[in-house]
C-alpha cells in the first residue's frame, strides 16, 4: 500500500489515497501505523475517499483506532495532497467532506506549491447537549470541573469534534500525561474529550497545549485552536472580526471568529514529509 506522511504545524498523519488504494481494517492499520517504534509513526491514519457532494472526502483515524470526525491540521493536508495528486484537478478552491460536514478551503499555491491552506471550519457547536457535555443551559461558559486534583473551569465548545476549553496562568509545566485522561473520561464528557490548557499571553494571541482524545498530546491540533479561539472570545480575553494567533508546540495558526457569517476560519501550513510503500 502507498501511503504519505504529512504534518500541519506537527500534527502528523498517515495518508492514503481511497481513490486507488482499499483499505479493509482502518482502525487496526491506524493502530499499527501510528506506533512510533514498529510503524511508520503518527498521530493517526486519514483515507482520501471520493466523494458523491464535493471533491473528496476525508476519512479520520486516532491513533487508537478510533474514528475522528474532523481534524483542523489533517483537512489542510488532505487538501494539498489532493492538489499535488491532481485528485479535483488544481483547484485552489474545492470542498471536502468530512463526519463533520461539508468544508470549503482555499489554497495559496506559489509556483506549484502549497504553502498553506485557509479553512473555513463554519459554526462552532455551543449548545452543551450538541457538543456533547453534561450542563444545562444554552452553552458551556466558564464551568467548574474537578479532574487530577485540579479545581478549574472549562469553556465547552465543538467543531465537529469536542473540546473543553481551561485558561490558565501557566501551561508549560503542566503533566498533561498524568492530568490529560482524567479530563479526556470525565463523566461530564459521554463521548470523551480533547481539553486545551490556554494561557492568553493578549488579546490577540494565545498558547496552548492539548491533549487529543484517543491520540494523548499532541504537537497541534487545528479543531483545538479553532475552540480554543472562540471559548477566548466568550469569555471576554479576545474579540470577534479579528485575527488570533494560537501558539501550539508544532507552530501557529491564524483563528478568526467572522462575526458576519458566525463561522470559524483556520489558517496554517501543510508540509509533506514523506512517502512510502507498507505492507497493509
Not at 15 to 33: C, K, M, Q, W
Not at 113 to 124: A, F, K, T
Not at 213 to 222: D, K, Q, V, Y
Request: charged residues 20%.
Amino acid at each position: 500500500m502507498k501511503f504519505t506522511k504529512m504534518q500541519g504545524i506537527g500534527n502528523d498523519y498517515v495518508y492514503v489515497n481511497g481513490f486507488t488504494e482499499h483499505i479493509a481494517d482502518p482502525s487496526s492499520l491506524a493502530i499499527r501505523l501510528s506506533d512510533r517504534h514498529f510503524g511508520i509513526g503518527s498521530d493517526g491514519l486519514i483515507i482520501i475517499q471520493p466523494s458523491s457532494s464535493a471533491d473528496c472526502r476525508m476519512e479520520m483515524y486516532n491513533q487508537d483506532g478510533s474514528r475522528g470526525s474532523m481534524c483542523g491540521n489533517g483537512i489542510r493536508c488532505v487538501a494539498k495532497y489532493a492538489y499535488d495528486h491532481n485528485l479535483a484537478g488544481k483547484k485552489t478552491e474545492m470542498t471536502i467532506e468530512t463526519d463533520a460536514g461539508l468544508k470549503t478551503v482555499s489554497l495559496d499555491v506559489r509556483e506549484g506549491c502549497v504553502r498553506s491552506v485557509l479553512v473555513d471550519m463554519g459554526e462552532p457547536i455551543l449548545a452543551p447537549s450538541r457538543i456533547p457535555v453534561k450542563a444545562g443551559g444554552s452553552s458551556a461558559v466558564n464551568i467548574p470541573i474537578q479532574a487530577a486534583g485540579m479545581d478549574v473551569r472549562f469553556t465547552g465548545v465543538s467543531m465537529g469534534n469536542p473540546h473543553a476549553v481551561i485558561f490558565l496562568p501557566d501551561v508549560d509545566a503542566l503533566d498533561l500525561a498524568a492530568i490529560g485522561p482524567a479530563f479526556e473520561h470525565h463523566p461530564f464528557f459521554p463521548d470523551r474529550v480533547n481539553t486545551e490548557f490556554i494561557r492568553i499571553l493578549d488579546d490577540h494571541t494565545l498558547k496552548m497545549r492539548v491533549w487529543e482524545r484517543g491520540s494523548g498530546e499532541t504537537l497541534a491540533c487545528g479543531t483545538g485552536a479553532c475552540a480554543s479561539a472562540v471559548a477566548a472570545i466568550l469569555c471576554g480575553y479576545a474579540s470577534k472580526n479579528e485575527d488570533i494567533t494560537v501558539k501550539l508546540l508544532g507552530g501557529d495558526l491564524t483563528i478568526r471568529w467572522d462575526e458576519k457569517t458566525g463561522h470559524i476560519f483556520m489558517a496554517g501550513p501543510a508540509v509533506t514529509v514523506f512517502e512510502g510503500e507498507v505492507d497493509a
